[in-house]
Each structure stands twice: as C-alpha cells, then as structure tokens.
C-alpha cells in the first residue's frame, strides 16, 4: 500500500538522551536512597525516644525493630507502600500474639522455635495471609530468642512492646512515602500506558503496509512489539498498588480497567493485521479505496500520538479534533469497502485470499471501535489522576 520506509525507522538514540535518562534514572533512585534514609534514621531516634520514655532496658532493640519495619514498608510509589504497610500490619500483630503464646508456654529453644515457626505458617495460610507469613514468621523469632536475652521483661511486655515499635516504624514509613518526594503507581502506569501507545501507532503503520516487507520492517516490528509486552507486563504488576491509591483517593479503577482492556485488544488486533498474508489484496483493492486506507492509517496513527501526549502531559484539548478526523475517515472507509464489494468480483481469488480480505478489515475495524473506546476515557482519567 503506501511505502513508510522513510518513517519506519528506529531512531538511534543520541548520546546526548542516553545521558538525559541516565540522569533522570538516577535521579529517581538518589531520591528513593534519601527518602529510606530518612525513615530509617527518623524511626531510630522515635523508637529509641519512645523506649526511653517507659524507661524500657531494651531501647536499642525497639529503635532497629522500628527502623526494619520502615525500610521494609517504603516502596517505590505510594500504591506499594499502602500494601506493605498492611501486610507488616497484620505479620506482627500475628506473630506478636503468637510469639508470646507460644514462648510462655514452650519456652525457647530451637524445637519450639521450628515448631512456633510452622504453626504459623499453617495459620497465616489457612487465613489467606501469604503475604504477611513471612513477617509473621520473623516477629515470633524475634520474641522467641529476644526474650530471653531480657528474661526481666516480662513476655506480654515485651511482645507488646515489638508491636508498637513495628507500628511506629509501619507510621513513618507512611508519612515520609507521603511527605518527601511522593511518587504514586498511577504515574507509572499512565506513563507505561502513554509508551504503549507511542508504540502501537508504529505497529499499526507498519502492519499496513501492504507493499513493504522487509527484514528491516519484521525486526522492527518485533523490537516494538516486545516493547508493548513489558509495559504490559509492568502495568499488571502494578494494578494491585493502582488500586489502592485509587482507593485512598476514594475514586475508582473502571476508568483503569477499560482504558487498559481496549488498548490490550487494539494491540491483539495489529498484530493480527500483521501476521496476514496480505500479497493478494493490493490486486484486490482500488485506487479510491487504497487512498481512503491511506487516510485511516494516518487518523489511526495520530489518534494513537494524540492519546500518548494526552497521557504524559494532562493535556486533553485535541480530542475533539482527533475523534473528529478518524470517525469521518472511518466512516470514508467503510462507505468505501461497501461500494468495492458491490462492484468487485472475487471469483478469481481461492478462499484463504478472500478470508484474509475480511479478517483485514475486521482487524482495521477493531482497532477504530477502541481507539473510539478509549477517547471519552482519557478527560476522566486526566482530571482524576493528574490535574
């Protein structure tokens, strides 16, 4: 069909944006080194003050009890730090009440430690708590062999004590995610989501071009699509931590949900598109109706920049213009393909050429109706989660 050679190539980066994200990289993790820094020195002088002040012997133990449970807690983005926030939470409320059981009853040695250790495992998961197991498990050794090291703390005390200093520790870790640098999981997935669709813009015009297919082009083509898989696979990973966030800011996923479902399937549709045998369809095809896939295919391509732009930057002012431009070649296209299957023959053309004719177009139509899917979503999104 058309020839985008001149268009299709990857661009190498220059040094000059190989340095910027270099930097930029890390710059993200000097402020998570600095972020961790500070909780952990902030929960040491609290759970050392806070000991003092019960005049407790082991103050040393609850100020690093309490600076292990701010490092474990602080994440990444706000989304993880709410989850291991929680899942400390209920470890060491679990292993703090099964620690002292246990330990008062079944003293400490190594049988009753391995013993204690099961116990709780099979109890984490028989509550669905696999995720808290491990925290749970360290909270009953830590109470097991600590008490004995302070034989004159008595057990509930002291059991008492490790959970209010993994409180203390769960609480900084919090308001330091919040107050120093916060940087939230939605980001990242919008960010991911502004990549795949930078991406799915050049697999669309790769995929129709119906004239060119070069090695250059499948290399290419693949170098892309792989791309697309990992974001994927990125945003799943996140989903969990996107929720909360959403939940804290008492707004909802659906939105998400959606957004993430049609672009997933405008991508299953282009590389659908891509996998077809499309030698037989330039003889097929007309000069109106190849000029009329010519104009979708570049309607196509904007409207998956225009989406990307209006992910990464909060900007949605071109979408009236964007959703204007692809209906009307859309629907160009459609009037179009109607008048060449009412003039055209296809007698001339075995089965396989004529179901790859079809699934062609029905691939081209899938990818109109989720970009037309995903337009309205955007301003929502926008508004929501970054303005």
Same mark, same amino acid.
């Given at each position: ?12 980066p220059?040094?000059i944006s ?5 930097l930029k ?23 050392v ?17 309490c ?13 993880? $730090? @709410? ?11 679990i ?6 059981i ?14 204690a250790?099961?116990? $709780?495992?099979?109890?984490? $998961?028989?509550f669905k708590?696999? &995720? ?7 909270t ?11 034989p ?10 490790r ?5 203390m ?6 308001v330091v995610?919040?107050?120093?640098w ?11 989501l502004?990549?795949i ?5 050049k697999?669309? &015009? ?11 082009h ?22 969990d &931590? ?13 939105d ?10 405008a ?12 030698s037989?369809l ?24 225009s ?16 959703? @204007?431009?692809?209906?009307?070649? @859309?629907?160009?296209l459609?009037?179009d ?21 079809f699934?062609?177009?029905y ?12 337009e309205p979503?955007?301003?929502?999104i ?6």
């Amino acid at each position: 069909m058309f020839n985008h050679s001149t268009r299709t190539d990857k661009p190498t980066p220059s040094i000059i944006s190989k340095t910027y994200w270099r930097l930029k990289l890390i710059n993200v993790e000097l402020k998570r080194a600095i972020k961790v820094g500070f909780a952990a020195a902030m929960s040491l002088f609290v759970g050392v003050w806070f000991s003092s002040i019960f005049e407790r012997p082991d103050t040393l133990v609850s100020g690093l009890w309490c600076v292990v449970s701010a490092i474990v807690v602080l994440q990444a983005h706000l989304g993880g $730090t @709410y989850k291991a926030a929680w899942q400390r939470f209920l470890g060491v409320l679990i292993g703090s009440v099964l620690g002292c059981i246990l330990t008062s009853y079944f003293g400490s040695n190594p049988m009753s430690l391995g013993a204690a250790i099961t116990l $709780t495992m099979i109890i984490c $998961t028989f509550f669905k708590l696999q &995720e808290s197991v491990r925290i749970a498990c360290l909270t009953v050794a830590v109470i097991m062999v600590l008490s004995g090291l302070r034989p004159e703390i008595p057990l509930f005390w002291f059991g008492l004590f490790r959970f209010m200093d993994s409180c203390m520790g769960i609480f900084i870790a919090v308001v330091v995610a919040h107050s120093l640098w916060p940087s939230e999981a939605t980001d990242k997935i919008r960010n991911n989501l502004a990549k795949i669709l930078t991406s799915l813009s050049k697999l669309f &015009e790769i995929s129709m071009d119906i004239k060119t297919d070069s090695e250059r082009h499948n290399k290419l083509f693949q170098a892309l699509r792989d791309d697309v898989y990992e974001n994927f696979e990125n945003n799943k990973n996140l989903l969990d &931590e996107v929720n909360l966030e959403q939940v804290i800011r008492q707004s909802t996923m659906e939105d998400w949900k959606i957004l993430i479902h049609s672009i997933e399937n405008a991508f299953d549709a282009i590389i659908t598109l891509k996998q077809l045998q499309k030698s037989k369809l330039l003889q097929m095809l007309d000069e109106p109706l190849l000029e009329k896939l010519k104009n979708f295919t570049e309607a196509s391509e904007g409207a998956f920049q225009s989406f990307s732009r209006q992910l990464e930057t909060g900007d949605d002012r071109q979408t009236v213009l964007i959703e @204007y431009d692809l209906k009307s070649t @859309y629907n160009s296209l459609q009037e179009d393909l109607v008048r060449l299957r009412g003039n055209r023959t296809t007698r001339q053309f075995d089965w396989k050429e004529i179901e790859s004719f079809f699934v062609f177009f029905y691939s081209i139509g899938i990818v109109a109706e989720e970009l037309f899917r995903i337009e309205p979503l955007l301003p929502n999104i926008i508004n929501e989660n970054i303005k």
